[in-house]
C-alpha cells in the first residue's frame, strides 16, 4: 500500500523497473502515464503532477515494488517479500 509518505523520484522509477524488468513502454501502459511523461520524469527534464506520481507508484506497487522512504543513505526501492 501507497504512504502518502513518499514521494517518488526519478531514480527510484528508473530502478523499480528493472528489478521487474519492464520496460518504460510497459509501465507506460500499465500506469495510463504517456512514454513522453514517463521519459521526461525520469531524466530529470520534468516534475510530473502528484496524481501522476500516484499513478506510476501505485502501478509499480502492485508489480512487486516497495518504496523505501530517504532515511540518510536516500530513498530507494526493493522487492516485497512473497
Known sequence: MMSDKITLV???????????????AKLSEESGVSMATLADFEA???????????????????????????NGGGAGVRLRKV
Open 10 to 24: 526519478a531514480p527510484q522509477c528508473v530502478a523499480a523497473r528493472g528489478l521487474i524488468g519492464w520496460s518504460r
Open 44 to 70: 530529470g527534464k520534468r516534475q510530473p503532477y502528484d496524481r501522476t506520481l500516484k499513478d506510476i507508484q501505485e502501478t509499480l506497487e502492485a508489480a512487486g515494488v516497495e518504496f523505501i522512504p530517504e
